[in-house]
Structure formats: structure tokens, C-alpha cells
């Protein structure tokens, strides 16, 4: 099969079960060579090629893809013109150390997001890193020189990588244990999770509540002029699929203004088009509440490993010569790549595909919600959609295992699903916005007999 028709297919389970044969083979070699911390038995699953929304296992099988490298695909696999971009740039060199010289695709990139990133300031300035959790940690380092301070604010369910700074960061444990001592001065609020906020709550009144506990860490945990930033997700990806409602942004908005804390929105998962807008501090800027500092990474480069650090000028320039930069950061061939995706995302209006495929889903989603009580909550922003499963929607008792039955429903029937949040009871939806209406179709015809097995046993 060309990746043109693979594009274009629909999922198609060929053999007894997944894995077949060919799969079985690489995954025993997998778990002989590789650790096993990276070798979970959750997905069995060994790609041949992608195209689209679409891959193919090395079998044979066709499968949906609505997990899309946990964020990395909204462009779908090997976009050609993306290959292409790339191609031509190995032609001409793979490498420069832009800490040392200068190549034009790192300025270019610098320049043109420059111009869209929806932070404060009139002058800004962008420089690149690696990978999500790399963005971040340098997001950090350029809010305490600016600052001059060094305390940090996160939220419960944040995640914000896997390096020392970032793992402190991050909310859920299970990506840290045994892996401390963290560095100091890092303080925690809840994150704005409405559908659990305290039983009777109305929105504002819930709202109310965790602002209030966000002020109380400068009385518990520091004083604001010790805090150098607050770092959030505008829609919080691992921890839940959980949009910050835009009262909450704003009231946060001021208390960064009223106490000198720099906010720092981290789109390494919500960015490039996901949400309906090219980066979702859109929706912030257009409330008046635009942060200081975004991070982006992931579909930044479609696959080739690149992120961003972008803000205004006078931020920017605050870190002294040698604190930041690395050797791949800012790479030739991936900023190339993430060259091509911003002109293919502008051109072919991404961010309209994920307002189209967001309001399909959420209605289908809500229509399940409807027929099943095991859904207790459906939340989206453009299309990134979480559904929440539980046990009791009085009790709102996480309904974990349901989850786990649903995605492995899924797999064998040509689906692929992730699961995110605490108790990994939310099934998240970040299908590559290439996918056509014919495949959003025969996906949720799937889900929903897949879920349906779930339920019954
Ligand atoms: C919001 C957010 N920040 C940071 C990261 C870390 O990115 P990486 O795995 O590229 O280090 C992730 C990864 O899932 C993320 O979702």
C-alpha cells in the first residue's frame, strides 16, 4: 500500500489479534534490548509506515490514530511537503551550533514566530531547545534572570517533563519515583479542575476557590516578591484534558501583574493549531490576559525534535551570554521541518480543521454521554477533547479500568486511544487534523463499540 492510499484508508484489522506475527517478533526483541520501563505491554502495536491520520502495523494492520504521537502529528505522519522541506536541507548541511554560527532557518523560524506568538510585548524574541520538558526548564531560567527571583508556582496535574526542574514540576508522581532530591522553591495550587471542585460549587464560586488557594501560597509557601513565575497549561494535557476557564486566566493575569510574577503559558501539548487557534493563549490575549512567556514544542516540528521559547525582548535579553543554547538546540533540518508545517498550518487554515473536527467529536461525545452514564464529563477546546469516565457520576469515583478495557476495545477493533489524568480515567482525543470526515466516522463508530464492551465486561 502507497502512504497515498494509506492516507486515505480506514482502520482494518487483518489478523487474529494484535499483535499479529511480525509484531510479536519486534516486541520480544523489544523487551530483550530495551529497559522496561520503556516497554509497557498497554500498546502492542509496531508501525511499518504512516501517512495522514493513518498507520500501518507491521502486519498489515490499519489503524486510526487518535493519539497522533501524544500531540507531536497534528500535520499527520510525513506530511510530503514537510519531507520534501526537509530533504532539501540534508541536501545542504544537518548541522550547525548556532551558539557558535549562524544559519538562516533558525533566524527565519525566530522571526515568524515571533510574529504570531500571542504573548505580551510589542519586540519579541524566540530561541529553541529540543524538547518540551528542555522549553520549559528554559522558560524558567529566563523568568528568574529577568526576575531575579527564584520561587516557582505550578498546578496539581501539571506535567512538565521528565528533566530534575521539570519532573518537580510535574504533579504526578509516578514520573518522578525515586528520582529527588528536587530543587527547592518550587510551590504547588490546585489546578482549575471545575468538574471536581468542592461539592455545590457553582462555575464562579469554584473559580472563587482556587484562586484563593493560589493566594494562599504567599502566605504558606513564600512571599509573592520571592516568586519569579507561575507556570500553566491553557489546556492541561496529561493531567486530565482540562481546559483553565478564562475567568480563572484572568484573575491569575492580575495577580502576576500586581506582584511582578511572570506567567509562563506551556503549550508544548495545546500548541500548533490543536485548539482551534494557533496557539491557545489566543483565547488569553483576546480575554486581556496574554502571558508574559509561551513554550512550544511537540507539532512544532512534526516530528523532528524542536521547541520554543518565546517573549518579549526585554525578557529575552535578561539571560546573561552562556546560560542558555545546547548543541542540537535549534537544529537545521528541524527548523526546516517546523518551517514547512507553519506554512502548510497558515495555508491550509489548521486551526479551522480542529474547529471542524471539534465540534463533530464533542457532539458525538455528548451524545454517548448521554446514552452512558460511565461518561461523567466531556470538555474540549478546538480539538482536544477529554471524556471522563467514572463509576457514579454523584461520586464522580474514577472509572480507571473501564478506561483501560476501552482502549484495548479499540486496538484490536483498528482504534488507537490514550487514556490521561491522575487516575488515567480520561481518554483524550489529538487526532491528526489531517484526518478526513469518512475516518472521523468509522472512528467513532468505534469508540462507541468499544466502549459498549467496556461497560459490559
Ligand atoms: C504540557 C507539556 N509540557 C511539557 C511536556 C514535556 O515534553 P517532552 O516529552 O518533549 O519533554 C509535555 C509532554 O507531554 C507536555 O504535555
Not at 373 to 385: C, H, K, N, S
Amino acid at each position: 500500500m502507497t502512504t497515498a492510499e494509506l492516507s486515505t484508508a480506514l482502520p482494518e484489522i487483518i489478523t487474529a489479534q494484535v499483535p499479529g506475527p511480525k509484531s510479536k517478533e519486534l516486541l520480544d526483541r523489544r523487551d530483550a534490548a530495551i529497559p522496561k520501563a520503556l516497554c509497557g505491554k498497554a500498546y502492542p502495536i509496531c508501525i511499518k509506515q504512516g501517512a495522514g491520520a493513518m498507520f500501518e502495523d507491521l502486519d498489515g494492520n490499519k489503524f486510526l490514530d487518535w493519539v497522533g504521537g501524544v500531540g507531536v502529528l497534528n500535520i499527520g505522519y510525513s506530511h510530503p511537503e514537510v519531507i520534501e522541506a526537509v530533504k532539501k536541507q540534508t541536501e545542504k548541511y544537518f548541522h550547525t551550533i548556532f551558539n557558535v554560527y549562524v544559519h538562516d532557518g533558525y533566524v527565519t523560524l525566530a522571526e515568524r514566530l515571533n510574529e504570531i506568538m500571542p504573548c505580551k510585548g510589542e519586540v519579541k524574541k524566540t530561541y529553541f531547545a529540543n524538547s518540551g520538558a528542555e522549553c520549559d526548564e528554559n522558560a524558567i531560567k529566563i523568568a528568574k534572570a529577568f526576575t531575579k527571583r527564584s520561587g516557582v508556582i505550578c498546578f496539581t496535574g501539571a506535567f512538565h517533563g521528565r528533566t530534575n526542574l521539570t519532573m518537580a514540576l510535574t504533579a504526578k508522581k509516578v514520573y518522578a519515583v525515586g528520582m529527588g532530591p528536587f530543587p527547592a522553591g518550587i510551590y504547588r495550587a490546585p489546578y482549575p479542575y471545575v468538574y471536581r471542585a468542592p461539592k455545590g460549587y457553582t462555575e464562579a464560586e469554584a473559580i472563587q476557590y482556587y484562586i484563593d488557594e493560589l493566594n494562599r501560597i504567599f502566605d504558606e509557601g513564600a512571599p509573592a516578591s520571592e516568586i519569579a513565575c507561575m507556570i500553566v497549561e491553557p489546556f492541561q494535557g496529561e493531567g486530565g484534558f482540562i481546559p483553565a476557564p478564562i475567568e480563572w486566566v484572568k484573575a491569575v493575569r492580575k495577580i502576576c501583574d500586581e506582584n511582578g510574577i511572570l506567567m509562563i503559558a506551556d503549550e508544548v501539548q495545546c500548541g500548533n493549531c490543536r485548539t482551534g487557534k494557533y496557539y491557545a493563549s489566543e483565547y488569553w490575549a483576546e480575554a486581556g490576559a496574554a502571558p508574559d512567556i509561551i513554550t512550544t514544542a511537540k507539532s512544532l516540528g512534526a516530528g523532528l525534535p524542536i521547541s520554543a521559547i518565546t517573549a518579549r525582548a526585554e525578557i529575552m535579553d535578561a539571560a546573561p551570554a552562556g546560560t542558555i543554547g545546547g548543541t542540537f538546540c535549534g537544529n537545521p533540518v528541524a527548523c526546516a521541518s517546523a518551517l514547512a508545517v507553519m506554512d502548510i498550518m497558515k495555508r491550509d487554515d489548521y486551526a479551522g480543521k480542529a474547529r471542524h473536527i471539534g465540534e463533530v467529536v464533542t457532539a458525538r461525545y455528548k451524545e454517548l454521554q448521554a446514552k452512558y452514564p460511565v461518561i461523567g464529563d466531556v470538555r474540549g477546546l478546538g480539538a482536544m477533547i477529554g471524556l471522563e469516565l467514572v463509576k457514579d457520576r454523584d461520586t464522580k469515583e474514577p472509572a480507571t479500568e473501564i478506561a483501560g478495557k476501552l482502549i484495548q476495545n479499540a486496538i484490536q477493533k483498528g482504534l488507537l486511544l490514550e487514556s490521561c489524568g491522575t487516575a488515567s480515567n480520561v481518554i483524550r482525543f489529538l487526532a491528526p487534523l489531517t484526518m478526513t470526515d469518512e475516518q472521523m466516522e468509522k472512528g467513532l463508530e468505534i469508540f462507541e463499540a468499544a466502549l459498549k464492551e467496556a461497560i459490559e465486561g
